[in-house]
């Protein structure tokens, strides 16, 4: 086996020629290239899919670097100690001299940042001169990738190197909180709003789905397995898939479940491979039953509902 040095620096090299790769990261894999490049953001864009009016998050080894790029205020710095490395993004001003690829944040005076948690994810932005521009990697609207071979299902050949980094151990993507005013939860994500409250000492609101794109993630349609999804469903049709939040009542065929203890995290962590492994079993249609708004229950009830939408 490759060793985790020679796969980085691999990894490196495809970087540093501007070219794009996917990478693990704790949330979901991500698809990844060189932020200070026009060109290499530009190529995500056009894998993805992807229109250029829905920016990219930054990811960064380092706040020094950050530091590069953004104004950090007062929120900011409490967040980032208690939360950083981890799945929280966040919503800074940028600096008017940042290097910064203006196709990222579609020329937006704002933009998005991250520390990934993950090893490898840590390990390669520590080694790199520039910070990685990584959406999810998957085709837009469609469902988020956890695993090497998830992304590969999504991309087929279109990515020229994938680091396999294990399944990713959120499972779920990132946070996303604005704090350019009074902050603002844009995308419920892997890390618990209530634990933001906690250390921001004032309680969070969740933007509403809106015309206005502030974040077009949050507006309707996305993370899609591509097929019609009912939800708060209790008793499913006779064909239909049928996925519960923890294990309830005889199991058929076409019964599935989030999580055996009823474990809300664990629910999270599994449910974009339950709804792929759906889609393969070739399911014409998805029921779901009730799962707890609470904890990462609200990110997981946010992505179930905008795959749902018609
Ligand atoms: O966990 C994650 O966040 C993953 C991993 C790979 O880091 N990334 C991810 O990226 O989910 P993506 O591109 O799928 O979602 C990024 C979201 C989009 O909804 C985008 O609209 C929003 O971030 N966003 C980016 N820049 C923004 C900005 N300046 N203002 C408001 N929203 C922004
Ligand atoms: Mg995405």
Excluded: W
Excluded at 89 to 112: C, D, G, H, Q, W
Excluded at 135 to 155: C, M, R
Excluded at 271 to 279: C, D, T
């Amino acid at each position: 086996m490759r060793s985790i040095y020679s796969i980085i620096k691999k990894a490196k090299d495809y970087l540093v020629n501007e070219e794009v790769i996917a990478i693990p990261t704790e949330t979901v894999y991500g698809l990844a290239g060189n932020a200070y490049s026009d060109k290499s953001v530009k190529k995500i864009f056009s894998i993805k899919n992807r229109p250029y009016l829905n920016p990219l998050i930054i990811h960064y080894g380092y706040l020094k670097d950050l530091k590069k790029d953004c104004y950090l205020n007062s929120n900011f710095k409490k967040l980032y100690k208690k939360f950083c490395p981890g799945p929280l993004t966040f919503i800074l001003k940028k600096r008017p001299e940042s290097r910064l690829s203006k196709y990222a944040n579609n020329n937006k005076k704002t933009v998005a940042v991250r520390f990934p948690k993950h090893i490898i994810a840590k390990k390669l932005l520590k080694i790199l001169d520039f910070p990685l521009a990584a959406p999810s990697a998957n085709i837009s609207t469609k469902l988020s990738s956890i695993s090497k071979s998830d992304v590969k299902d999504e991309f087929k050949n279109k990515i020229k190197f994938i680091i396999d980094g294990g399944k990713s151990n959120v499972g779920i993507e990132s946070t996303i909180i604005d704090l350019i005013g009074k902050p603002i939860v844009l995308r419920p994500g892997g890390l618990e709003i209530e634990k933001i409250e906690k250390v921001l000492n004032q309680k969070i609101k969740i933007l509403k789905k809106t015309k206005n794109i502030k974040s077009p993630g949050q507006l309707s349609f996305h993370y899609s397995p591509g097929i019609p999804i009912r939800l708060n469903i209790k008793i499913p049709k006779k064909n239909e898939a049928f996925i519960q939040f923890t294990k309830r009542g005889k199991h058929k065929k076409n019964y599935f479940y989030l999580s055996k203890n009823g474990n809300i995290n664990e629910a999270a962590k599994k449910l974009y491979s339950l709804l792929r492994y759906i889609k393969k079993k070739k399911y014409k249609s998805i029921a779901v039953d009730k799962i707890p708004n609470k904890g990462l229950g609200l990110a997981i009830n946010d992505r179930l509902q905008r795959a749902s939408y018609k």
